[in-house]
Every structure is written in structure tokens, then in C-alpha cells.
Nanobody, 119 residues
Framework: QVQLVESGGGLVQAGGSLRLSCAAS????????MAWYRQAPGKQRELVVVISSGGSTNYADSVKGRFTISRDNAKNTVYLQMNSLKPEDTAVYYC?????????????WGQGTQVTVSS
């Protein structure tokens, strides 16, 4: 089982920046994809960005140009750099890892880290 630990959340003013980290217990090379999701109060969890094992990325329209995902394979860590933050970015951010075994999809989640953007 994968263990994912997020960190880096906090309170920031609108226009500010935060960098989230997701440290994995295993090699992130073994994952087909890693992603960041977020869930705001009263809303469904939504995909923020996904990065494949090959490095291709897919961002939600709402964060394009402001958020950047990156990975440090040596540290088994994925980062989410968030710039120009807006109050609507306030949510709990979750790290997700996906892998396939014999065609069956597996995934795991971190515990989440709170991001609060004040206006």
C-alpha cells in the first residue's frame, strides 16, 4: 500500500503563493500517474492537475497558468506550486497516486492539507 503525506498548506492572502509537497513511501517511478485534487466545503472533490509517469500534465482550466506540478524522483516527492492564489482556491488539497496491475487500477490518497486564501 502506498503512503502519501502532504504538507505545505496554510493561510495566505489573495495573490500569494504556496508550495504543496506530497511525499510517497515508495518510488514514484512505479506509479502510472500522480495527481492533486481539492475539495472545498460543500463541494465535490475535483481534479486540479495530473502528471503521468512520462511527465505529461493536464491542468484544470481554473488553475492553468497559476499552478505548476513537478516531481523529484530522487526524493519520491511531487510538488504543487500555487501562485496568484484566489479565495476560490480555498480547499483541502489531496495527493493521489495511480497504478495498474494486470489491467486493474489501484490508487491511494493522502490525508489532505488545508489551503486557505483570504481576500
Amino acid at each position: 500500500q502506498v503512503q502519501l503525506v502532504e504538507s505545505g498548506g496554510g493561510l495566505v492572502q489573495a495573490g500569494g503563493s504556496l508550495r504543496l509537497s506530497c511525499a510517497a513511501s515508495g518510488s514514484i517511478f512505479s506509479y502510472n500517474a500522480m495527481a492533486w485534487y481539492r475539495q472545498a466545503p460543500g463541494k465535490q472533490r475535483e481534479l486540479v492537475v495530473v502528471i503521468s509517469s512520462g511527465g505529461s500534465t493536464n491542468y484544470a482550466d481554473s488553475v492553468k497558468g497559476r499552478f505548476t506540478i513537478s516531481r523529484d524522483n530522487a526524493k519520491n516527492t511531487v510538488y504543487l506550486q500555487m501562485n496568484s492564489l484566489k479565495p476560490e482556491d480555498t480547499a483541502v488539497y489531496y495527493c493521489n497516486a495511480v497504478w495498474y496491475v494486470l489491467g486493474k487500477k489501484y490508487d491511494d490518497w493522502g490525508q489532505g492539507t488545508q489551503v486557505t486564501v483570504s481576500s
